[in-house]
Every structure is written in C-alpha cells, then in structure tokens.
C-alpha cells in the first residue's frame, strides 16, 4: 500500500467512517436484550483492551512523558465527552431504528464546524459553510422523513 495514502487523513477518515457505520450495525443488534448503558460499558472495556493490545503490539505502551495541566484538562474533558456520547448514543439506538439514529448522531459533523469557527477561530469557505449546510439537510431528511 502506498506510504503517502496510509499517512493521509481522508484515508483515516474514511476508515473511520466506515467503522463506524459497523458500530451502529453492530450495537443496534446487541442492545436488543440488554440496558443501553451496560452495553456501552462493555462496549467501553472492549475498546480500553483493544487498544492496549493494539498500542502493545505497536511498542507504544509506555508513559507519554510530560503533560501539561490544559493537556491533562482537555483529554479528561474529551473522555468525559466521549463516554455521555456513548451513552446517548447507544440509548437512542435502543429506542429507535438505527438509520434514522446515525445520521441525527452525524449532525456532530455541523456542530464540530460551528463551534470550530467560534471557539478555535478556524475559518470555513463559502462553499465549506454549503457542506456543512448539507450536512445537516441531509441528516434532518433521513431522519425524520
């Protein structure tokens, strides 16, 4: 595989995509049987072991060195925003058909480009702004049609 397409981010992105479109599948049928909130810790203790395994395997599990207190703050922050995610999350995909549960989840993707421009300061081009429009058109139609 060519080292230039594994070291760029719509490659990431896309897998990413792609896994989690698996998750939704994948965590519909399981939360079938059991509360959504179990689900989402065992779900939880699966990743936690997966990627220790995975960070083991690359010999990247050893301490990260020095961190600062804002670093400590915004990864605690992240993982605290994570796991209520998560929780919603696997809650709507018990009480609700997981077609219409992943796209209204996606409108993450509107929400991430506004609070990018408003609190990082980061700048979307006219035709950015149609996208994220879109986005969200396209979330609210497979949702709630």
Do not use: N
Request: with cysteine.
């Amino acid at each position: 595989m060519d080292s230039s397409l594994i070291d760029s981010w719509p490659f990431w992105a896309l897998l990413s995509a792609f896994f989690a479109a698996l998750t939704a599948i994948f965590a519909k049928v399981g939360v079938e049987k059991v509360d959504s909130d179990v689900a989402t810790f065992i779900r939880t203790i699966v990743i936690l072991i997966t990627l220790g395994l995975i960070l083991l395997a690359l010999g990247k599990l050893h301490s990260p060195g020095p961190l600062t207190t804002k670093t400590w703050v915004f990864l605690i922050l992240s993982g605290l925003a994570t796991g209520a995610s998560w929780i919603c999350y696997f809650r709507a995909l018990k009480l609700g058909p997981a077609a219409a549960v992943a796209p209204v989840d996606k409108l993450s993707v509107v929400l991430v480009a506004i609070f990018g421009v408003t609190l990082l300061g980061e700048h979307l081009q006219p035709k950015q702004w149609i996208g994220v429009v879109l986005v969200g058109a396209g979330a609210v139609l497979l949702a709630w049609t």
